[in-house]
């Protein structure tokens, strides 16, 4: 069987997509140099956006495999080159392109600074979803992340910022533990279990406290927004930090179609607390969705529900906002594991109780909760 042609391994790399920006190889210049002998076996060289690419065997692996399915190829090599800081700016200019943050002379925007923020751009199909709560140690965290993971495994696109400055946990509890790629001044946010996230801790050494004011706050949470290739997910989960403070006034500003989902357990106290991040919301014109209340039982060995927590909070934080109790999740081990391994409980035990009320939530803010389309008063009537 003969080798195959230049043209037709091209079109085997054609649906080959960059693992990180989920762009063609071929459309984005990634593919130098096809070399083919009359035996069959095909070289390929292929420039990496980055030196130190992270994800370089993934997409060795996805070259070779496509090469190796096509007639008369009896074996593929690989070698590897990166891209010129002139060839990166070339791919920051088509990304910004395509979500159309490109200046009229096609160049694409300049960092964060005087940037509009993409969710706010009309047309915008990303729905940003602020997880907020009154005060710590409720496990905004958890939820937030088990959410994003449920989202996804119902198909939808996903991405979460770490607006949690001070206390930032997601990336542990994700899983993710290598940091951005910068292509260009544009950060690719990392993935993993389908969901990709940008936070302050991919940044600092581990173990050292950040110690800013209001305005680097406001800042890093711009560049979070505006400078990150989020390529436009279904959904945004901003992971908020607790309390009614800068970052909370920032994201209102920057986000102005973002829907609050305040998180709460059933403990009285908290449930009141858990009201003065609701009254905030009420504020700054965001509206409160719906509430999520956590720790609500734990099941001991005798199979009883034990109310540890005490009762009815959440309940009843929903009924004075006017808003549904979206659901109740159980105080499990599993659930703090792995948030320390960076399994979340939706993927390690998706038959537990716990994963099924976090795929029901989402299920219930994908579709019940979904803005309603607002026509034009200006439609035509004949």
């Not at 080159?81 to 002379?105: F, I, Q, W, Y």
């Amino acid at each position: 069987m003969p080798a195959p042609s230049y043209d037709q391994i091209i079109d085997a790399l054609r649906p080959v997509e960059d693992p990180e920006l989920h762009r063609s190889i071929v459309d984005l210049g990634m593919v130098r140099d096809i070399a083919i002998s009359p035996e069959g076996q095909v070289g390929v060289r292929i420039a990496l956006t980055v030196a130190g690419c992270p994800l370089r065997n993934e997409i060795t692996n996805r070259v070779t495999g496509a090469v190796a399915a096509l007639p008369g190829v009896a074996g593929v090599s690989l070698d590897f080159t990166v891209m010129t800081d002139k060839e990166r700016e070339a791919v920051r200019n088509m990304l910004a392109g395509a979500r159309g943050d490109a200046s009229p002379s096609g160049q694409a925007h300049g960092h964060a600074e005087g940037k509009a923020v993409p969710f706010n751009e009309p047309g915008n199909k990303t729905r940003p979803l602020l997880i907020s709560s009154g005060k710590g140690g409720v496990g905004k965290s958890s939820v937030t992340v088990n959410l994003a993971v449920a989202l996804a495994s119902q198909g939808y696109s996903v991405g979460v910022v770490d607006a949690d400055i001070y206390g930032y946990s997601v990336p542990r509890m994700q899983g993710t533990d290598r940091e951005p790629v910068v292509i260009d001044d544009m950060l690719i946010p990392p993935a993993n279990h389908g969901v990709t996230c940008i936070s302050i801790g991919y940044f600092v050494p581990e173990g050292q406290a950040i110690i800013w004011r209001g305005p680097m706050l406001h800042k890093a949470l711009e560049q979070f927004l505006a400078d990150v290739f989020w390529d436009d997910p279904d959904f945004l989960l901003i992971d908020m930090p607790p309390g009614t403070g800068d970052i909370a006034l920032s994201l209102s500003q920057y986000l102005p179609r973002g829907e609050v989902y305040v998180v709460t357990t059933p403990q009285p106290a908290a449930q009141k607390v858990a009201a003065l991040s609701a009254a905030m919301a009420a504020k700054v014109n965001l509206p409160v969705k719906g509430i999520i209340e956590n720790m609500s039982w734990f099941t001991g060995d005798d199979g009883k529900r034990y109310e540890i927590f005490g009762s009815g909070g959440g309940q009843e934080l929903a009924d004075d906002l006017g808003v549904p109790l979206l659901g109740r999740l159980p105080l499990v081990p599993e659930l703090r594991e792995g948030g320390d391994n960076g399994t979340p409980i939706t993927l390690s035990h998706p038959d537990s109780e716990a994963a099924k009320s976090f795929q029901e939530i989402a299920r219930r803010i994908a579709t019940e909760m979904k803005p309603k389309k607002i026509f034009s008063a200006a439609l035509k009537v004949n």
